[in-house]
């Protein structure tokens, strides 16, 4: 019986993580096509800012309206409904004028909160407490290069395509079958134990300017990015490899920056990071101006370096509020840092692509430079202030912190 339940456990997670990496796939396809084919079009930075924005709102608003509804009719029918969704928004693009392109991206982004809580609830429900940690960090490392491989191999190849958001929703569709297939039951859903932000901004001050940051910061890469791309001069291909440096930068540097975190001061981590992300934009804004950075390994070499410095310090964030708060408010904990990375998400790319309308294409640097640099200046002040406690030798490395209940903010 134990052989079978365990057999049963991981065919339960072979399927949902199947599952979830051709979602990634077919999210990925959409997130890169819709700025890009904005830009292409001449749309103003402004609205395309608007859109990535409406994704990220839609985000938000799922967080707080799907736990009840899965509960309620269970996680693989909840799978179900999102994925049509998300099939059926995709079909809208190339039928909806690209100015309430907005309204497509709010139902995704919406979806894509519920499929995030169906996927890793489960994820958490199915494995064992001694490897749940290695489970959920193998599926992330699986996830992430999911979204470079779709980046650099099924959006490069199909980018001129005029049917290439049927593609994205028929990946959309196949991510159902594994899922349906399975004949294991969803976890048990529990009541989640609230974590007032009051609470959090008073005990880890730092963790909610980094889960904010890292929303602010991710939200422009990710929607934003192609867009900068192409207002850059760059072609629709060069803008995706483009797009796919700033996440293999963050693949790069996500497990170092996981292990510093269990034996350095997770603040002097994220003030490090941000420092780098600021230089690192100054830098390239400096080769812009001087006509040096047409050479496409700069740009690419120090997008990587922002996404690798900039996008990892969400777990880093998670580290620190955990070792503050303590274990044992997890999954309330986890939602309220999810929550905050989730508006930083919101504003970021209206910001960005107001510095962009007021500045030209550049003004995504100077957005990142100067959030940064405030960022930067906060977590020196607060170091200063507060000097961080030492960490018992006794009690580094028993938490993993790239193991929230809910870790969805790498999407």
């Given amino acids: 019986m134990t052989d079978k339940a365990h057999s049963g456990s991981v065919a339960a997670l072979g ?23 904005m830009a292409v079009a001449g749309q103003p930075p402004l609205l395309i800012g608007l859109v990535g924005s409406a994704y990220s709102i839609g985000f938000l608003v799922g967080c707080f309206a799907i736990p009840s509804l899965v509960r309620r009719i269970g996680h693989i029918r909840g799978f179900a409904v999102f994925a049509a969704l998300q099939a059926a928004s995709t079909l809208s693009f190339p039928m909806i004028p690209e100015a309430l392109w907005g309204v497509a991206r709010l139902v995704m982004g919406l979806s894509a909160a519920g499929h995030g809580i ?52 028929m990946a959309f569709s196949f991510a159902l079958i594994p899922v349906a297939l399975t004949r294991a039951r969803g976890p048990e859903s529990s009541e989640v134990v609230s974590v ?73 981590i994220m003030l490090t990071a941000a420092s780098a992300v600021a230089l690192a934009a100054t830098l ?56 905050l990375w989730g508006v930083g998400s919101a504003i970021g790319p209206l910001a960005a692509t107001l510095f962009m309308q007021l500045l030209g294409p550049q003004g995504l640097l100077a957005y990142l430079v100067m959030l940064s640099v405030a960022t930067a200046a906060y977590l020196a002040l607060r170091i200063s202030r507060n000097p961080s406690p030492v960490i018992p030798e006794s009690e580094r490395g028993l938490t993993s912190p790239t193991m929230p209940d809910i870790e969805l903010g790498k999407r």
């Fill in 118 to 169: 169906c996927i890793e609830s489960w994820i958490s429900g199915q494995a064992k407490g001694s490897n749940r940690g290695r489970i959920f960090g193998i599926y992330q490392i699986l996830n992430r290069l999911a979204l470079i491989g779709s980046q650099i191999g099924v959006g490069y190849v199909a980018i001129q395509a005029h049917d290439v958001f049927l593609y994205a929703s």
């Fill in 196 to 268: 007032r932000l009051r609470t959090l901004w008073r005990h880890a001050p730092a963790a909610v300017i980094g889960c904010l940051y890292v929303g602010l910061v991710g939200g422009p890469l990710t929607n934003v990015a192609p867009a900068y791309g192409i207002l850059t001069g760059l072609d629709q291909r060069a803008t995706i490899l483009l797009t796919a440096a700033i996440q293999i930068g963050a693949l790069m540097l996500q497990w170092p920056m996981s292990l510093l975190a269990d034996r350095i001061a997770s603040r002097v």
């Fill in 15 to 37: 399927a949902i993580v199947a599952g979830a990496l051709i979602l990634q796939v077919a999210g990925t396809i959409v997130n890169t096509v819709v700025p890009l084919r």
């Fill in 284 to 339: 390239l804004g400096v080769l812009l101006q001087l006509g040096t950075a047409h050479d496409r390994i700069w740009l690419f070499s120090l997008f990587t370096l922002i996404g690798g410095c900039g996008i990892p310090l969400y777990t880093v964030a998670i580290a620190h509020a955990y070792f503050r708060l303590g274990q044992e408010q997890a999954v309330g904990l986890s939602a309220r840092l999810l929550f």
